[in-house]
């Protein structure tokens, strides 16, 4: 960081930003006596050699755009999009024009793309281990080692580009459609969590059909929320208030009981056909059908917002952080396979 110097520290959202990037910066600058000042409602730093520093998130990438830095430093580089590297390249207007992207590898994407399949010598790559950090406490990488499969050691330890996908979904298996047939049934699913404690899981829920004519799956929507029960129901009530045709499925499980009897209560649902769903296979068992038939191409996404969230959440199935959407699709599924079973018998 050149005397005199403007540069820019960003981090993929502004959470990340204030509870991670921030925090590590201010303690080792005021730990090492060279923080100046800092303000707080600009997210401006100054060093006492002149250094001005931004802070910013990039929640929004075009807010990005306009001021001239000499350097910028990019905090996990990985969860953002190329198009954050295109803008903040493009802001590197002074001396000393150089940048700095840390990030966790996550499967062959921009940054692998960009800095080592088309490298050139602008660039260099650091490579590190997590065994590699003498701050670590005793224990704290082999507790790790115990719970990661040998691919998530490989990424997340190791710091090595892998593909993660393929254990269960491969992202190529899914086709996005602009809209879903007309006169589909749907189903939706809500794998409920209520709780909004960090770590906690989400509640998800998925909505979808079955296409008679190609025997496709058609997945509509996906919702995944982390909150408490109060607010949950409030959300299924509202989605049943724009869906009133559509049959309605809550885990048979935990907080999934209790909330069925209470939703079966509710006047706004007395025309819904609302049922509490047993589960009893394991995550992997139940995702199979819906495995199965999206590698032979029979699962449609009609497309949407969500639809990122999905595919990376799926395609690192069963061994990322959360498994929520899975679940929901999975109990989707089911319900569309218990309604077909039901009319055969019928």
């Known amino acids: 960081m050149p005397a005199g110097s403007t540069g820019m520290v960003i981090s993929p959202t502004f959470r990340m930003l204030a509870d991670s990037t921030l925090a590590c910066f201010l303690d080792l600058t005021r730990t090492g006596g060279v923080l100046s000042a800092f303000n707080k409602s600009d997210m401006v730093a100054q060093l006492v050699n002149g250094t001005r520093i931004l802070f910013r998130s ?49 499967g062959f994407d921009w940054l692998w793309e960009t800095f080592v399949k088309n490298a050139t010598a602008d660039y260099a790559v650091i490579h590190s281990r997590t065994h590699d950090n003498t701050f670590l406490p005793r224990g704290f990488i082999t507790r790790l080692e ?88 409030r959300l299924i009530l509202a989605t049943v208030e724009n869906e009133p045709d559509i049959q309605l499925g809550i885990e048979n499980a935990l907080h999934g009981l209790p909330a069925v009897q209470e939703l079966h209560r509710e006047p706004a649902l ?57 679940d929901a699709v999975s109990g989707a599924v089911q319900m569309i396979g218990e309604h077909k079973r039901r009319i055969l018998w019928a």
């Open 58 to 106: 990039a929640d929004n990438p075009d807010s990005l755009r306009g001021t001239n830095l000499g350097w910028f430093f990019l905090d996990e580089g990985a969860l953002c999009d190329r198009e954050v590297w295109l803008i903040l390249i493009a802001r590197l207007r002074e001396s000393p024009g150089r940048a700095w992207v840390c990030t966790t590898p996550r």
């Open 270 to 326: 007395a025309n819904i056909s609302l049922r509490s769903i047993n589960v009893t296979k394991d995550k992997v068992s139940r995702s199979l059908p819906v495995a199965s038939r999206a590698e032979a191409g029979h699962v449609k996404l009609v497309d949407g917002p969500w639809v990122k969230d999905w595919l990376d959440e799926c395609t690192v199935f069963p061994h990322g952080a959360h498994d929520d959407q899975v």
């Open 146 to 233: 115990e719970q990661y499969t040998a691919g998530w050691q490989q990424q997340e330890l190791m710091g090595e580009f892998c593909d993660l996908e393929g254990a269960l979904f491969r992202r190529a298996w899914f086709k996005t459609i602009p809209e879903a047939p007309a006169g589909l049934k749907w189903f939706r699913y809500w794998d409920l969590a209520a709780s909004t404690k960090t770590q906690a899981d989400f509640t998800a829920s998925a909505c979808a059909a079955i296409d008679k004519d190609s025997g496709d799956i058609i997945l509509r929507d996906l919702i995944k929320v982390k909150a408490e029960w109060p607010d949950v129901r």
